[in-house]
């Protein structure tokens, strides 16, 4: 009897467990007339995933600008991620050892091939406290994810990490995330795209979405006149894009800016995009059409694919000097986004940004073959500046020299001289696309709005790759001091706060940067005056010779 007793109570127990959890794991969200059902995040997370924010860019949407959904009905399942948007294929550098141990590793974790990707990709997806109501009215974070603008999606970041945090440290908000269109799909440029006004798709998309979030948050919790967007490498870029799209306005979308590793970069008008362009028509057979932006709506999917496909990749030779990413467009990007800088056009929101100390290594794996000085010139002669003068490059020769003490992994020593070019070229990449662009920036904006700096050179003993870009994810993802400060930050537009060291504000006086470390004492405040002359030196160099 105690034994049948015990299996009564024991099968009574699983049911309600089975049921309380069932009634956890479905939860609603209505958004007009329609009912989407979501899914337990965690023990005190709701997440709805998937959520179409535009009309699929599919036929005759595709190259255009995203069209807003009509109004939801219906029911929906938002349980899972959406599909990816259609990725460049991953070509890489033939390494061996170590240097290939290195990049799998990356390429495995960050930069991994993604989910089956569809042209019917525009979802969106929120975390939010379990216990948020309409009326909670929380702080909302953006997240754009990075990935050269070539690759990427959000399906490999769990907000969930963000929202119980933010929950623990008793500044609860509410995480969002989206898809954008990539590569050619996304930032097809040429004089015919200028002309149709469809330049910069994929920052167009990342745009709609935050008008979605302004419809609609406030149902998740959310508050939409408290949103700060956040990114990190190509989703840092969009970020600092923002920031100057329509010449600093920001329509009310948001009202602070948190960018990893990616600030305002030289990038000329779209017509500098023309070469690969015409790649593409002439592959997929569109070039005697009298209008080949519209043939190129007509395209079979595999087949435009595979003439994107065959442009450079992010880890091709040409690296960084990157083929499909935001230019300036006459419109939504009126200008070389430094340019806009200088005028002043720029969204007058506090903003917070900061760079790995090693950006470039990863990136320099492709040039390999390159072991001379005067090959490493030429280099720069034929990829980066056509039509430098001798004098400019033999300042550049100086500023980066092949010194490996100099060279990027920074403070090795002689360790991590792949070849005799490869530090030299990893310290040129990681200033010249990544550190010169924020120091730029920052200085730029002094006194104009409230800043903050931060640089990571946490995981130094990596071999090859140092303080690697995107090594800091971990650090925001991973429960570490930059979730607290991007909470706290969303919060109060401070990233202060009392769970993390004092962080003071960046000005050209005091530039101060919050430096994270390895060992025993995890952070410190350096000043940002590394490589002075240098960086100056290419701040003018890629200004007079954007991409």
């Known amino acids: 009897m105690y034994s049948l007793l015990k299996a009564g109570l024991l099968a009574l127990l699983l049911h309600t467990r089975t049921v309380i959890c069932a009634a956890l794991a479905a939860p609603t969200i209505t958004l007009d007339s329609g009912t989407f059902t979501g899914t337990v995040g965690s023990a005190h997370t709701q997440s709805f995933l998937g959520i179409p924010f535009a ?64 042209e019917d990709c525009l979802t969106l997806n929120v975390v939010k406290p379990a216990t948020a109501t309409p009326t909670s009215n929380l702080p909302v974070v953006m997240w754009i994810f990075g990935g050269g603008f070539e690759v990427g999606s959000p399906n490999i970041y769990d907000g969930t990490v963000i929202v119980e945090r933010s929950l623990a440290i008793g500044e609860p908000v509410i995480f969002v995330s989206m898809n954008y269109r990539l590569s050619a799909f996304g930032f097809l440029a040429s004089e015919e795209v200028r002309e149709a006004g469809v330049g910069n798709l994929g920052l167009q998309d990342q745009r709609e979405a935050m008008r979605w979030v302004q419809k609609y948050i406030s149902n998740f919790g959310g508050d939409p006149s408290k949103v700060t967007i956040w990114g990190e490498s190509a989703g840092a870029i969009s970020v600092a894009m923002h920031m100057l799209a329509n010449d600093g306005d920001t329509e009310g979308l948001f009202r602070a800016a948190f960018m ?20 593409i028509v002439q592959q997929v057979g569109c070039a005697g059409s009298v209008d080949t932006l519209e043939c190129l709506r007509t395209v079979p999917f595999d087949v435009l694919k595979a003439a994107q496909d065959a442009t450079p990749f992010i880890f091709s030779f040409e690296s960084l000097r990157l083929t499909w990413l935001p230019r300036a467009d006459g419109t939504f990007i009126s200008d070389n986004p430094q340019r806009l800088v200088q005028q002043g056009k720029v969204a007058n929101i506090p903003f917070v940004t900061g760079d790995c100390d090693d950006e470039g290594t990863l990136f320099s794996f492709s040039t390999t073959n390159l072991t001379t000085d005067a090959e490493f010139l030429g280099y720069i002669q034929t990829i980066w500046a056509p039509g430098i003068s001798t004098a400019q490059l033999n300042t550049l020769s100086e500023v980066y020299s092949s010194d490996i003490l100099d060279g990027s992994p920074f403070d090795t020593g002689i360790l991590n001289a792949l070849t005799p070019q490869f530090k030299r070229i990893a310290a040129f990449q990681g200033d010249a696309v990544f550190q010169a662009p924020r120091r730029f920036f920052q200085q730029s904006q002094s006194g104009k709005q409230n800043q903050w700096a931060f640089l990571s050179k946490r995981d130094k003993a990596v071999p090859l790759l140092g303080s690697f870009h995107s090594s800091d994810i971990e650090n925001v993802f991973g429960d570490g001091e930059l979730t607290d400060f991007l909470v706290n930050f969303a919060t109060t537009l401070n990233p202060n706060g009392p769970t993390v060291p004092h962080w003071p504000a960046y000005t050209t006086a005091t530039p101060n940067m919050m430096t994270f470390l390895d060992g025993l004492i995890p952070t410190v405040i350096t000043q940002d005056t590394y490589r002075a002359s240098a960086i100056q030196f290419l701040t003018n160099l890629t200004l007079e010779f954007p991409a």
């Not at 219906?74 to 550098?93: E, I, N, R, V």
């Not at 590793?261 to 790649?279: A, H, L, R, W």
């Open 55 to 118: 009309q699929p860019p599919v036929a005759d949407l595709r190259f255009r600008l995203p069209v807003a959904n009509t109004p939801y009905a219906g029911s929906h399942d938002a349980t899972a991620f959406g599909l990816a948007c259609p990725q460049q294929a991953l070509t890489l550098p033939i390494l061996t050892g170590v240097a290939q141990e290195a990049v799998d590793d990356i390429l495995n974790t960050i930069f991994a091939i993604l989910s089956p990707a569809s």
């Open 260 to 279: 990893e590793s990616g600030s305002p970069i030289p990038v000329g008008p779209v017509e500098n995009g023309q070469i690969f362009y015409d790649q």
